[in-house]
């Protein structure tokens, strides 16, 4: 099994069904809808379609994770979330460093995802990564106020 270094002193490792709860909960802190438990199990339980990679320490403690599908040649970020505390230490780099290395030695050649055009620090992310925009999805994001936000779509070529 796979294992790559984070920053501090944490590993980015492959997700197992035992981390349902803690990236549900991470999921919960970093978006307006969260997705419960037994459907991070499910994912989890099916890591060769749906694989996640998680920042974790030795004791299992997640501090963030990313979350893939696979279709093919085709391959979508489903979720990245790190915790509000540990945000801007590089730890989604290493998380999306970690799924690059990891599509890069299997038949995948695209890497698609969402972002809500105004959330500037995944914008940056995204960019160092590689990513280019190639569609907008208008409405797509509901908001606590009612309105809803603007998705832009990006696409990353894989090696
Ligand atoms: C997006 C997210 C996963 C990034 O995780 P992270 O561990 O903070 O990521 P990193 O530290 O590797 O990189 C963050 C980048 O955002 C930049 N950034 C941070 N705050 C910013 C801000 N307010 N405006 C612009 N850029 C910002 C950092 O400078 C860094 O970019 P750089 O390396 O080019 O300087 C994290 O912010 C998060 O969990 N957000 C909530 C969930 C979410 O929005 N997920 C993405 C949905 S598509």
């Known amino acids: 099994m796979n294992v790559w270094s984070a920053p501090g002193a944490l590993h980015i490792a492959r ?37 996640a990679y ?5 004791r299992r403690r997640i501090s963030g994770f ?3 599908r696979i279709s093919g040649e085709e391959s979508e970020l ?21 799924a690059f290395a990891d599509l890069a030695m299997s038949p995948v050649k695209t890497l698609f995802l969402e972002v809500d055009e105004t959330n ?14 190639i569609g907008k999805r208008k409405g797509y994001y509901p908001k606590p106020d009612g309105s809803a936000a603007t ?4 696409r990353a070529t894989i090696g």
């Open 15 to 51: 997700g197992e069904v035992e981390d349902a709860d803690s990236l549900a909960r991470l999921h919960a802190q970093g978006f307006y809808r969260g997705w419960p438990a037994s459907d991070f199990a499910d994912y989890l339980g099916d890591s060769r379609i749906t694989p």
């Open 54 to 58: 998680v920042a974790t320490d030795a």
């Open 66 to 68: 990313a979350m893939l």
């Open 78 to 98: 489903l979720t990245i979330a790190v915790d509000p505390k540990m945000r801007g230490r590089g730890l989604g780099a290493a998380l999306l460093a970690a």
């Open 120 to 133: 500037a620090p995944a914008l940056a992310l995204y960019h160092r990564f590689g990513f280019a925009p």
């Open 151 to 154: 998705a832009l779509v990006m």
